[in-house]
């Protein structure tokens, strides 16, 4: 044993000197394993991933085995000297969890405050029922302890300097109150309405096999008009094999295991994970929607008048027992109201000011806009931004992908990074082009293929002015949710999907509202957001049917007939060589420029080994500005 800890004692000291601690890193760190069965816990795996995690937490540690946990601190505060002549053989629960710590604050560094956490007693009364440690702060702990009737204080025994005992209280922690808050509602339920940050992991012992794990996203502002969600703290995973995965807040840790830089190793963002036998590939998720809450506190929380807990934003109803696989069925649910009364479609607003949007697309009158106007082209959904345009066809949007992979995204500006020496950031293309999912867009209707916005684009740029709109009639057939006409002189706005007056509610990708029809009249809407743990039948307002709202079929087949004439008149040759020679001219530019890019690029990486260098400095950020200039150039002349 002595040996093993000497060796991973100079395998930490190989890192620091190579990497050095990140001293400025405020936060803890968690790390663990899941297994099948005891005898398969790498109990050393765990031991390297916790001295990496000394990185994020020097004030104390904590390791728990078989329900039991212990601590160090003091002297043996880091994990290198916790684990020194320290016997851990797990005989009963193939279920490992670390702790580093380092508090916020004002909060005291004792054992009582270390983690992990064990809470109630197990059935054998041998062992803590429930395991939970956190990486994180919260700001509303004391609040949800009200909520949820947590008492703030506990009362416990000291001993004096002459060796007496007396009784006293501890104030309890953010962190011991969220798990307690898990531990007693046995529901995922608050994992939505804490204000802070979270990274979470924790076990039941009456469940020996399972491991639950969570890493928040939210707004950096409680109640903000922003709707990026940042992550709150990181948990990643490296799965060994079917029966043997391990979980830690860095992900360099997880790659001395064997874990590939390649992989993405981040957990999905408020996703509760329930893995059973060390099988992460095949865990049970659930959904938890932090929309409400925040990273910070609004202003207006204080106020008593508001209550920020009135309904449960997760993706289940009903859901008693997360122990209890038998319960876990979701019933259908309903959308709260606020009774527009809204019944023409070209009234219809975007949820925020058109301001607020700036270069980004949003929705309005079931259609897509960008800037006051409705969208043409081909887009890519990127995750904490929504829809970029990448071309007007195959070839534009072929280069754009190409130019665009392995940046990074920054999803404040949804400008693309092409510093190359910077390697902070969320990278959206990493993947083949045959893999990423295009969306096809025509007079802002989202189209259901590729094929589909070929033969729209012919259609609406051979049509005659001032009919800038193709026929909605046409568009509902091969659109991927209702159309109305784009004639704002209508009192009444018929939405009609596959040719038919549409009853039922429907949103889409990047919609900000869920809009409810009876026979093609809008009965109401909701916003997305406002999802609430609620089931309710709305009500349909049943429209008066007049002949001005009945599908017109004949008109419909008039129109499609005319459509085909047109088509049969339009000169393939002519059209087929203007197609050739556009491509040809837009294949140059591309193939050129790429050229030139390439050898600043090379420059670059030669130049990065003298960056600190001032001369170096300066060139380094002028080829960047070339190199970003030569990408650019190929877009922006497509998107125009």
């Not at 259609?459 to 005659?464: D, F």
């Not at 709202?549 to 008149?569: C, M, T």
């Amino acid at each position: 044993m002595v040996k093993i800890i000497l060796i991973l004692a100079l395998l930490q000291y190989i890192y620091n000197f190579i990497f050095g601690y990140k001293s400025n890193i405020l936060s803890c760190g968690i790390f663990g394993q899941a297994t099948n069965k005891p005898d398969n816990l790498d109990v050393n795996g765990v031991h390297i991933l916790g001295i990496y995690n000394i990185e994020r937490g020097k004030m104390s540690c904590g390791l728990s085995w078989d329900g039991d946990v212990q601590y160090g601190l003091g002297l043996d505060k880091l994990y290198t000297d916790f684990i020194v002549d320290r016997e851990i053989k797990p005989v009963k629960i193939p279920i490992m969890i670390g702790h580093t710590r380092q508090p916020s604050y004002g909060m005291a560094i004792t054992e009582d405050n270390a983690h992990p956490f064990g809470f109630g007693t197990s059935k054998d009364g041998k062992s803590y029922e429930m395991i939970f440690c956190h990486n994180g702060t919260l700001k509303n702990h004391k609040e949800l302890a009200k909520k949820y009737n947590i008492e703030l204080t506990e009362k416990i025994q000291k001993m004096s300097h002459g060796g007496h005992y007396y009784d006293t209280t501890r104030d309890k922690i953010d962190s011991e109150i969220l798990g307690e808050i898990l531990y007693k509602t046995k529901t995922f339920h608050v994992l939505s309405e804490y204000i802070g940050a979270a990274a979470l992991a924790w076990t039941w012992i009456d469940e020996p096999n399972k491991l639950y794990l969570w890493s928040g996203a939210s707004k950096q502002t409680q109640g903000s008009a922003t709707i990026t969600e940042l992550e709150e703290r990181p948990m990643n995973v490296y799965c060994k094999n079917e029966n043997s995965m391990f979980f830690s807040s860095l992900e360099d840790s997880l790659t001395v295991l064997g874990a590939s830089k390649k992989d993405d190793l981040q957990i999905d963002y408020n996703t509760v994970y329930i893995i059973t036998d060390g099988d992460f590939v095949n865990a049970e998720k659930h959904k938890v929607s932090r929309l409400q809450a925040g990273q910070t506190e609004a202003f207006v929380y204080h106020n008593p008048k508001h209550n920020y807990y009135n309904s449960e934003f997760c993706d289940w109803d009903n859901y008693e027992d997360v122990r209890e696989k038998n319960k876990n069925t979701r019933v259908s649910t309903d959308i709260e109201t606020n009774n527009s009364s809204m019944t023409n479609l070209h009234n219809d607003t975007p949820i925020y000011p058109i301001s607020y949007y700036k270069d980004k697309v949003y929705s309005k009158s079931l259609r897509y806009w960008e800037n006051g106007s409705l969208i043409n082209g081909i887009y890519v959904y990127i995750k904490g931004w929504g829809f970029k345009f990448t071309g007007i066809d195959t070839v534009t949007t072929n280069a754009f992908i190409k130019n665009k992979k392995g940046l990074t995204f920054n999803c404040e500006t949804g400008i693309f990074n092409y510093n190359i020496l910077n390697k902070d950031g969320f990278i959206p293309f990493k993947k083949d082009i045959d893999n990423i999912q295009f969306h096809y867009f025509i007079n802002g209707v989202l189209l259901k293929t590729s094929e589909d916005y070929n033969r729209a684009v012919i259609l609406k740029n051979n049509l005659k002015v001032p009919a800038k709109y193709i026929d909605h009639h046409l568009l509902s057939y091969i659109s991927k949710h209702p159309v109305i006409d784009m004639d704002p002189t209508k009192t009444i706005s018929i939405a009609l999907f596959d040719g038919k007056p549409f009853t039922g509610n429907i949103t889409e990708l990047g919609f900000e509202k869920i809009y409810y029809f009876n026979n093609g009249v809008l009965t109401k809407w909701v916003k997305r957001e406002d999802l609430v743990k609620k089931v309710e039948t709305p009500v349909i307002i049943l429209p008066a049917i007049t002949e001005s709202s009945k599908f017109d079929k004949k008109l419909f087949d008039n129109s499609v007939k005319a459509i085909e004439d047109f088509e049969k008149n339009i000169k393939i040759e002519d059209i087929a060589k203007e197609l050739e020679d556009e491509t040809f001219i837009k294949e140059l530019i591309v193939e050129s420029f790429e050229k030139h890019s390439e050898d600043i690029s090379e420059t670059i990486i030669e130049f990065s080994d003298w960056k600190d260098n001032e001369l170096i400095k300066g060139a380094l950020n002028t080829l960047n500005l070339i190199s970003h200039t030569l990408k650019e150039f190929v877009e922006i002349p497509n998107k125009k």
